[in-house]
């Protein structure tokens, strides 16, 4: 089945600093889907993109459908984005379930 | 608010024991999804269920199960309960489950002791 990998798996940053997230997938895929689970459990949809570039705020996703990869950019980070980082793109054949990469963990000190 | 509705928020059991975990789609939404997130297998896919019928399985083990009624809302069952089933069990939905955005429920936090 799809690999989703990504990197770092840990980042640690000063308020203010900017970072970006990798999500590496194996096969071709139609959606990709970025989501921040916060310290409370939650999982927060931040981006369904299966191509292309978008911007929300602070937070913006680039994903390179050709080249198999997607990129999650954070600006002028606030604690308050520490938490983990989940890519997840959907399996092919009628079901479209999610796979998930087992994240980045970002943690923002004051 | 994903307008995915999953209770409770958290369940603390024992072993051997049975638990029901509930979930309420957002409006319209014909497809649950269940997922299960422990500390060493990561995010993992559970069941789907499409319109009140079962439409895909994952390692999902044989002493759980699930449905979905004509209301849409889905129940995942836990029986015999093990220590290593503790884990945050979400719900997602979406309208069709193709080609669509997860929204993904609160999660429902289970301990087993």
């Known amino acids: 089945g799809i690999q989703v990998e990504q990197s770092p798996p840990d980042l640690i940053l000063q308020e203010g600093a900017n970072s970006t997230l990798r999500c590496n997938f194996s096969?071709?895929?139609?959606?990709l889907q970025w989501f921040h689970q916060n310290p409370w459990g939650q999982l927060i949809n931040l981006f369904y993109?299966?191509?292309g570039t978008k911007q929300n705020g602070r937070l913006s996703a680039t994903t390179v459908a050709t080249e198999r990869y997607s990129l999650l950019y954070i600006s002028s980070s606030q604690t308050t984005d520490s938490g983990v980082y989940f890519c997840?793109?959907?399996?092919?054949?009628?079901?479209?379930?999610?796979?998930f990469g087992k994240g980045t963990k970002l943690t923002v000190n004051p | 608010d994903s307008g995915v509705t999953q209770t409770p928020k958290h369940l603390i059991t024992a072993t051997g024991q049975r638990v029901t975990l509930r979930c309420s789609p957002r409006?319209?939404?014909?497809?649950v999804y269940w997922y299960q997130q422990s500390l060493d297998q990561g995010l993992q896919f559970l069941i789907q269920?499409?319109?009140?019928?079962?439409?895909a399985k994952g390692n999902i083990l044989e002493r759980f199960s699930a449905q979905q009624f004509p209301d849409l809302h889905s129940e995942l069952n836990l029986s015999s309960l093990e220590l290593g089933d503790s884990a945050l069990y979400f719900c997602?939905?979406?309208?069709?489950?193709?080609?669509?955005?997860?929204?993904f429920g609160a999660g429902t936090r289970l301990s087993v002791l």
């Open positions: 997602a939905s979406t309208p069709s489950g193709l080609g669509n955005i997860q929204y």
């Open positions: 096969d071709s895929v139609n959606n």
């Open positions: 993109i299966p191509s």
């Open positions: 997840a793109v959907p399996t092919q054949g009628g079901s479209e379930k999610l796979v």
């Open positions: 409006s319209g939404d014909l497809s």
């Open positions: 269920y499409y319109n009140g019928e079962e439409r």
